[in-house]
C-alpha cells in the first residue's frame, strides 16, 4: 500500500548529539512536511519542501534543518538537541498547494537524555 | 496571524451524538479540514469543508459557515473508538497553503 513511513519510531538520543530522523513516501507527492507534536498539544510546523524548494517557518529554530535529496525521502536533522526538543516527530505528504488532504507517517518519538 | 480555538474536552457516552466546535481567525481562508488523532499515533483526514453548508461522511459529519468564522465536527452513534483528539485546521494563503491546526479537542467516550 502506498504510505508514509517513518524511521525509527522511537530514538534516544543525549543532549547536544545530533540525530536524524527520516521519512519515506511512496505516494509521489510533492511536498513533504515535518511537524514536531508535544504532549496533548497540536502538531506545529517547522519546515516543508514544496519539490526542491525549501521552506522554514519562521519560528523554527537553527538546530532544526532538513534534507529532501529526493522525491520518496525526507530527513530532519536536530544538530544538537536539547531536553526541550523531545517531542513526537511527524512526517506528512500532500499532492500540492492547494489545501488538500495531508498524509501523516506514523511518527517518530525522540526522548532527549 | 492564524489562531483556531476548540474546546479541549469532551465526553460522550456510546451510542450518544457530540458536536466539537471550532473558531478561527485567518486571512484568506480556503477551507477547514478535521483530523483524528489517536494516543500514540498520527492524524489522520476526516473532512474537509471549502464551502457553507454540511459535508456527510458516514457517522462523521462537518460543517462550516464561513460568515461566523465557525465550523464544528458532528460524531453520530458513538462507538469506544472514537475516543481520540479531533483538530480542525485551516489553509491559508501566504505564500503557500499550508495547515495550521487549533489546540485540538480531546474527545473521551464512555460505556
Known amino acids: 500500500d502506498a504510505m508514509v513511513i517513518q524511521n525509527p519510531r522511537y530514538q534516544v538520543t543525549q543532549f547536544g548529539k545530533p540525530v536524524t530522523l527520516s521519512c519515506s513516501q511512496t505516494?509521489?507527492?510533492?511536498?513533504m512536511y515535518w511537524y514536531q507534536q508535544k504532549s496533548s498539544q497540536a502538531p506545529k510546523l517547522l519546515f516543508h519542501?514544496?519539490?526542491?524548494?525549501?521552506?522554514n517557518e519562521a519560528d523554527t529554530p537553527d538546530n532544526f534543518q532538513s534534507r529532501r535529496p529526493n522525491t520518496s525521502f525526507c530527513f530532519l536533522d536536530i544538530r544538537s538537541p536539547g531536553l526541550g526538543d523531545a517531542a513526537m516527530y511527524l512526517c506528512?505528504?500532500?499532492?500540492?498547494?492547494?489545501?488538500?488532504?495531508?498524509?501523516f507517517g506514523p511518527g517518530t518519538r525522540l526522548l532527549v537524555l | 496571524g492564524q489562531s483556531l480555538e476548540q474546546p479541549s474536552e469532551v465526553t460522550a457516552v456510546e451510542g450518544a451524538i457530540v458536536q466539537i466546535n471550532c473558531t478561527y481567525q485567518?486571512?484568506?481562508?480556503?477551507?477547514l479540514s478535521w483530523y483524528q488523532q489517536h494516543d500514540g499515533g498520527a492524524p489522520t483526514f476526516l473532512s474537509y469543508?471549502?464551502?457553507?453548508g454540511l459535508e456527510e461522511t458516514g457517522r462523521f459529519s462537518s460543517f462550516l459557515s464561513r460568515s461566523d468564522s465557525y465550523g464544528y465536527l458532528l460524531l453520530q452513534e458513538l462507538q469506544m473508538k472514537d475516543s481520540a483528539s479531533y483538530f480542525c485546521?485551516?489553509?491559508?494563503?501566504?505564500?503557500?497553503?499550508?495547515?495550521?491546526f487549533g489546540t485540538g479537542t480531546r474527545l473521551l467516550v464512555s460505556p
Open positions: 506528512a505528504t500532500s499532492r500540492g498547494r492547494a489545501q488538500e488532504t495531508q498524509y
Open positions: 505516494l509521489n507527492h510533492n511536498v
Open positions: 519542501y514544496y519539490d526542491k524548494d525549501f521552506n
Open positions: 485567518t486571512s484568506g481562508f480556503y477551507g
Open positions: 469543508n471549502a464551502l457553507d
Open positions: 485546521a485551516v489553509g491559508s494563503s501566504t505564500g503557500f497553503q499550508k495547515l495550521v
